[in-house]
């Protein structure tokens, strides 16, 4: 059995809510959506409601959801941000997913790119954080609030692309999850993390989880971590939100496209093809095991 394995078992055993997803309020509930035709930034962030106090009757939806539950339930708005295009999006580009999976992922550039370890944003990307940026602030005159509290994954291309996305938005510290916000890890280089060090010194304005090691002590290069394990993190990230989070409503998560599928397999909905810098906004509903 691989420690991946051995690991499933205990965060399986930790879990303490289950969680699903409620339709009808983002065109991208629909499990018939096509990402291609809706885009990475859709107007509204895709809300179905297109009238002037769209956010409003969001929240208000909310609250009334959350105050007819019993006390094992709650509602809350996730919004999943995936990073904008890194150096390594475009290394699977230029070889083709069969090339990139088989060896060009498993080295840290071919002498014209570099994307490992921590494979950092491109121009596109950091372009692509900012249409991101704009459209928060285009709906801010709608009433579209803050995220309540903010995660990130521990990667470069995660970290900038949050900084560049809620710069004049937030004031909120997002908190950087060193386990459960990361890609699938293993083999691909993109995905080794940089120290402590580098992303306490190079991003001042993260709080970083208890635990977190100096360096990568999860990445090796002999394996790849399975959906189904990347699924039980997300799902641990999922449990802490509704047992720490009680007065939150309205959260951000800035991460993968691996570790987003992860979140929406833990939730019951299918795959969701997220585009790089796009934005999936989900209703959560949250039940206790009892």
């Not at 930790?14 to 018939?32: E, H, I, K, R, Y």
């Not at 009334?64 to 150096?87: C, E, W």
């Not at 890890?185 to 208890?210: M, S, V």
Request: aromatic share 10%.
């Amino acid at each position: 059995m691989c420690s991946y394995e051995v690991d499933l078992v205990e965060i399986t055993s930790a879990n303490n809510s289950q969680f699903q997803t409620v339709p009808g309020f983002f065109l991208q509930d629909d499990p018939l959506a096509d990402p291609a035709m809706i885009g990475a930034v859709p107007a509204r962030f895709a809300l179905l409601d297109s009238s002037d106090t769209r956010w409003a009757n969001l929240g208000a939806e909310l609250s009334r959801l959350n105050a007819a539950a019993d006390g094992n339930t709650s509602y809350k708005v996730i919004m999943f941000g995936r990073h904008g295009q890194g150096y390594h999006n475009v290394g699977e580009e230029k070889y083709g997913t069969k090339a990139w999976d088989d060896y060009w992922s498993k080295l840290n550039g071919d002498g014209e790119l570099t994307w490992g370890p921590d494979a950092e944003l491109t121009t596109v990307g950091k372009d692509q954080a900012a249409a991101v940026n704009k459209l928060w602030k285009d709906e801010a005159v709608f009433g579209i609030p803050p995220p309540q509290k903010a995660y990130c994954s521990p990667m470069t291309r995660a970290m900038q692309t949050n900084v560049i996305t809620f710069a004049g938005i937030s004031s909120e510290r997002t908190v950087v999850l060193e386990v459960n916000c990361r890609e699938e890890y293993g083999e691909h280089t993109c995905d080794k993390r940089n120290t402590r060090t580098y992303i306490t010194d190079t991003f001042p304005q993260f709080d970083i989880e208890t635990g977190f090691t100096e360096d990568d002590e999860l990445w090796t290069a002999e394996s790849r971590e399975t959906g189904e394990h990347a699924a039980a993190r997300a799902q641990q990230v999922l449990d802490r939100i509704f047992r720490e989070d009680t007065d939150v409503t309205f959260l951000s998560i800035t991460a993968h496209g691996g570790i987003i599928n992860g979140f929406l397999r833990a939730l019951g909905r299918p795959k969701y093809p997220l585009p790089t810098g796009g934005i999936l906004p989900v209703v959560v509903k949250a039940t206790a095991r009892v």
